[in-house]
């Protein structure tokens, strides 16, 4: 079945599930053969776009849903009817099979990408172009305002990412825009990069993101970031000696809001209407700070065996099968795509910086002391932001946060409150990151006139603590050949955490100042080990590169690695293998004759059983 493509009647667009797209009008019959508004609501392709939003949890939405209605109803201009680019449908398809893997539905037959879209040079049109179309008007500033002008305001979803594009326009040389996934309903996770060489990873040099607006009524960490791109971008083109130092040797990611449907709740009442909760969770009312594996239970069990490993920790396959926010997914694919040193995430409602572990040693214990093996280095973080916020070093204990005065504006998250499923244990426990949550005030949602103080409160904290991923060692592990060795661990005798190498045989080691003895091993190589002295107020990193040498000929002697108490998946190199954040499609396929639990949703609904959907 092809389009219509001949003269045809246009008639207004009715069907609530298209009422976005890009077009007002279309005609019948329709490529499905359908003749009339009735028909095409009755149909299971209706339905299906009706609900992929939820099927898929908020993965490929709206794109998907857009691209159905440009074939359910095709859009019609001038007397013609437009068929779709093939492009789109066959970029979509490769970005969203995974999804339909993951509960079992065969990709839409009405969605064929030969079938029912056309080649360029036949003529089409891109269902998906006005998507985002609100995002590229540009708006400018008002008259008489120097390009460095920050405008001290609340922004709405398409404002914060006009003003980080435009910013990545104006520094194009050391900035860029890039999206890490979808919200669940469907708004872009969008990140401004600050790097010398923007969109790519160098050798050595150290990777750091900054996450605001986690939860959703909690804003000022959104604003501040949003301040932040725009000042970084504005002290490297005039030359600021700390800026250009900064930005030339380190990649820096600012994503200023993690939950922008959350926001837009939280925004609707508005500063000083907010609710203490309004907002705060996602559009599927799920708190992204609790939706992280829960690897900290795990590493407690862990701990109490002698010679297993406690870092990289992998997700379980049971983590899968209850509700994750695309939002958490899309964190968990950025932070195994990128390999991060150092990471702060900005919330409200106090005013403290804590750092992991968040969730206590005892779990009956709702307030315990709970440190990770890197205690001393957590701590020289959370301070590297407090002690020169203003604020946090006021000496009033009357004040916002004055209860936490006496431990100097710093505290372990578990000695705070004990929860399960945050990101910061995350980050620690899964790969090479260290995270700190950065409390930034007792009001969530604060006016307009408060946000230029709390920049003026933050700018320096933030700076100050960007420049501590320079802390402690770097370096590079090859072998004797000069070729990098992947996933080598680099081990600090006395702290039970090791960090591996990057793809390149890069890694970074965050460490107090001291003596340290440093191990690299990698199976098939002998181990390496170095004596390193920090010095106390050394602030760049050391560089400490190791060569491996291979254990010799004949079958290889691995070096011990993790204890195989527990299965553990091991790639090729022995080490723990980087899990696919989509739950395998083995763990939810139906027994043998079964179908698929949405199947009984779709036959309740129509006697006509959509058999298209069924991959078996």
């Not at 201009?77 to 979509?92: I, S, Y």
Request: aromatic share 10%.
């Amino acid at each position: 079945m092809s389009f219509p493509c001949d003269d045809a009647t246009c008639v207004d667009l009715h069907l609530r599930t298209c009422a976005d797209a890009a077009y007002n009008h279309t005609s019948f019959p329709t490529p499905l053969e359908h003749r009339s508004w009735e028909a095409v609501e009755a149909s299971p392709e209706y339905t299906l776009l009706g609900v992929l939003h939820f099927l898929l949890e908020g993965q490929c939405n709206p794109d998907l849903r857009l691209l159905g209605c440009s074939v359910l109803a095709p859009r019609c201009q001038g007397g013609h009817t437009q068929r779709p680019c093939r492009r789109v449908c066959e970029g979509l398809r490769e970005a969203c099979q995974p999804a339909f893997d993951a509960i079992d539905m065969a990709w839409p037959y009405f969605l064929d990408c030969t079938q029912y879209f056309a080649p360029e040079e036949e003529g089409c049109y891109d269902p998906l172009e006005q998507l985002r179309g609100e995002l590229d008007v540009e708006e400018a500033l008002p008259s008489g305002l120097p390009p460095t002008f920050i405008r001290f305001a609340h922004h709405s979803y398409a404002q914060m990412v006009r003003v980080l594009k435009r910013t990545a326009a104006r520094c194009s040389q050391v900035a860029k825009t890039y999206s890490i996934g979808r919200s669940f309903e469907g708004k872009d996770l969008v990140v401004i990069e600050f790097s010398s060489r923007p969109g790519q990873h160098e050798l050595m040099e150290p990777e750091v993101k900054l996450i605001g607006n986690i939860h959703g009524n909690e804003v000022a960490g959104r604003e501040i970031l949003i301040y932040l791109a725009q000042y970084l971008c504005s002290e490297y083109l005039l030359g600021n000696p700390r800026i250009q130092r900064l930005l030339n040797t380190t990649r820096i990611h600012l994503l200023p809001s993690m939950n922008p449907d959350g926001y837009e709740v939280a925004a609707a009442e508005g500063a000083g209407y907010n609710g203490w909760t309004s907002g705060r969770q996602n559009a599927q009312n799920l708190d992204l700070n609790r939706n992280f594996p829960d690897l900290t239970s795990e590493y407690y069990r862990l701990a109490s065996t002698r010679g297993v490993r406690t870092d990289h920790i992998p997700i379980s396959q049971y983590y899968w099968w209850g509700k994750v926010a695309p939002e958490t997914k899309a964190i968990m694919k950025w932070i195994q795509t990128i390999p991060f040193v150092l990471s702060a995430s900005l919330h409200g409602g106090d005013l403290v910086v804590s750092y992991p572990f968040d969730f206590s040693k005892h779990p009956h214990e709702e307030k315990m002391f709970s440190p990770t093996p890197d205690e001393k280095m957590f701590k020289l973080l959370a301070r590297a932001y407090a002690d020169v916020h203003p604020m946090m070093m006021d000496r009033s204990e009357n004040r916002c946060g004055g209860n936490f005065l006496k431990r100097g504006s710093i505290i372990n998250g578990a000695d705070w409150y004990s929860f399960t499923g945050g990101m910061s244990d995350f980050n620690y426990l899964h790969t090479n990151c260290f995270e700190i949550t950065v409390e930034l005030g007792c009001v969530k949602f604060p006016p307009e006139e408060a946000l230029y103080g709390l920049w003026q409160h933050n700018k320096e904290p933030l700076l100050n603590f960007l420049e501590m991923v320079h802390r402690g060692i770097k370096g590079v592990v090859t072998d004797k050949y000069g070729k990098p060795v992947k996933n080598a661990r680099i081990l600090v005798k006395g702290i039970r955490h090791d960090v591996t190498t990057a793809p390149d045989g890069d890694y970074w080691r965050l460490l107090p100042p001291g003596s340290h003895i440093v191990i690299a091993q990698a199976p098939g190589y002998s181990k390496v080990m170095k004596r390193v002295t920090i010095p106390l107020r050394m602030k760049r990193a050391g560089r400490v590169d190791f060569i491996l040498q291979p254990l010799g000929t004949g079958p290889k002697n691995f070096l011990p690695g993790p204890s195989r108490a527990l299965p553990r998946s091991l790639d090729p190199q022995g080490a723990p293998a980087q899990l696919d954040f989509e739950p395998p499609r083995a763990r939810r396929q139906p027994a043998s004759g079964s179908k698929p639990w949405w199947w009984a949703y779709f036959t309740s609904l129509s006697p006509h059983k959509p058999r298209w959907l069924l991959k078996y």
